[in-house]
């Protein structure tokens, strides 16, 4: 009865070795994503998600490996039409525009526009309205040829990605849908079989340090060989009528198509563009571009009585009316832009092109899109694996 109960008892050995393989990739895959802020004391005792931890280095890594490289901002610029995007924000502006007159007139020469009639008034409105087309063009072709000092990719998907840690582990987490929860099953069966060999060499040689030794193979073996499998090998390879391939890169063509949806939904997108162009390192070159041109077009307004206004305002109010219309507008870029969003994306492409760009790459470089999330801090995940795994086999060796 005893002979039956311990090789019931021996049984323990692969069956928790497979559980643990299980809870250790589980564990190790939720590490990586969770938890998005640090919870704990800093800085040793406590834990904060690997991904969200080091998101400004891996949207860095982003950008050099992927989108750096296939998306031109010089080629997405120029596929924005002057007149498609005047069409698109026209109502608005002429809005915006007769509130900044009144504010900039009533602020710089509140006597003159004080002075002038209903009538005047509407015809200033109107002449600035019918030159928006004029001016709106000039801006953008400006805008295409100082896009790289304005503009920078990188700016955008670094701060967007920092400032929003969940959406990097979205991407992550979509791309590798079907990666991540086969790296938590794969424990569950490697973990078993290596079970069975610890089983056989503890039937053999009993010795209190196989057990031990044992789980510290598991949890390490499991980790390592579940990515193995996702990335290798990167070239596929037919062998008895079968193509084999690292998961992950067998799915070129579907992760490419989710990704890029995602990159153009949440990141690169007109509203991102905007914000990042306002706000980010290029907005000063672009306030000197909206001044040129709207200093030329208040030139232009009042080339025929120039001198009469000036007189009437005092060249250092014309000068300062002419900075203030240039900064208000600039200002109120948002409250006027948001309504080209829609042609803007769609004249933009992002998602399409990328996506195409993405399928045409070769292995070793399609493997950057995902690959950064494990290379990172891999060794932490592997070594908790396995002093997890070894913990198991105390706990095996008190039992058997």
Request: hydrophobic share 50%.
């Amino acid at each position: 009865m005893d002979w039956i109960f311990q090789n019931y008892l021996l049984l323990v050995i692969p069956i928790t070795s497979g559980i643990v393989g299980w809870a250790t990739n589980f564990l190790a895959v939720k590490m990586m994503f969770y938890p998005i802020e640090f919870v704990g004391i800093r800085p040793i005792f406590g834990w904060q998600g690997l991904i969200p931890m080091k998101r400004r280095e891996m949207a860095e890594i982003e950008v050099e490996l992927v989108l750096g490289k296939l998306l031109s901002v010089q080629e997405l610029a120029d596929r924005l039409d002057p007149e498609l995007l005047t069409a698109s924000i026209d109502r608005r502006l002429k809005q915006v525009l007769r509130r900044i007159v009144n504010q900039v007139m009533e602020e710089s020469a509140p006597n003159v526009w004080a002075s002038l009639p209903v009538q005047g008034k509407n015809l200033v409105y109107k002449r600035i309205e019918a030159d928006i087309p004029n001016v709106v063009k000039k801006m953008v072709d400006d805008f295409k040829h100082n896009i790289d000092e304005i503009l920078d990719i990188k700016e955008l998907v670094v701060k967007m990605l920092v400032d929003n840690p969940e959406l990097i582990n979205e991407i992550f987490l979509t791309a590798g849908e079907k990666e991540f929860p086969f790296i938590e099953k794969s424990g569950l069966y490697f973990g078993f079989l290596f079970g069975l060999a610890t089983l056989a060499i503890w039937t053999f040689h009993p010795v209190w340090y196989v057990l031990p030794a044992g789980g510290l193979l598991v949890g390490w073996l499991t980790n390592w060989i579940a990515i193995k499998i996702i990335f290798e090998p990167k070239r596929p390879i037919h062998f008895l009528g079968l193509k084999i391939q690292g998961m992950f890169l067998k799915r070129q063509k579907e992760v490419s198509r989710v990704y890029s949806d995602i990159v153009e939904a949440k990141l690169i997108n007109a509203e991102n563009i905007t914000q990042i162009v306002l706000n980010g390192s290029g907005s000063a070159q672009l306030l000197e571009l909206i001044e040129l041109h709207v200093n030329d077009a208040i030139e232009r307004y009042v080339a025929v009585a120039q001198p009469y206004f000036a007189l009437g305002v005092g060249s250092e109010q014309y000068y300062k009316m002419k900075k203030l219309a240039a900064q208000q507008i600039f200002d109120s870029t948002s409250k006027y832009m948001h309504y080209a969003n829609e042609y803007a994306d769609s004249a933009l492409r992002v998602g399409d092109d990328l996506c195409e760009r993405m399928q045409q790459l070769t292995p070793e470089e399609f493997e950057g899109v995902l690959r950064p999330a494990y290379q990172a801090d891999e060794w932490k995940l592997i070594l908790t694996g396995a002093i997890l795994g070894m913990i198991a086999g105390f706990m095996q060796l008190y039992l058997v």
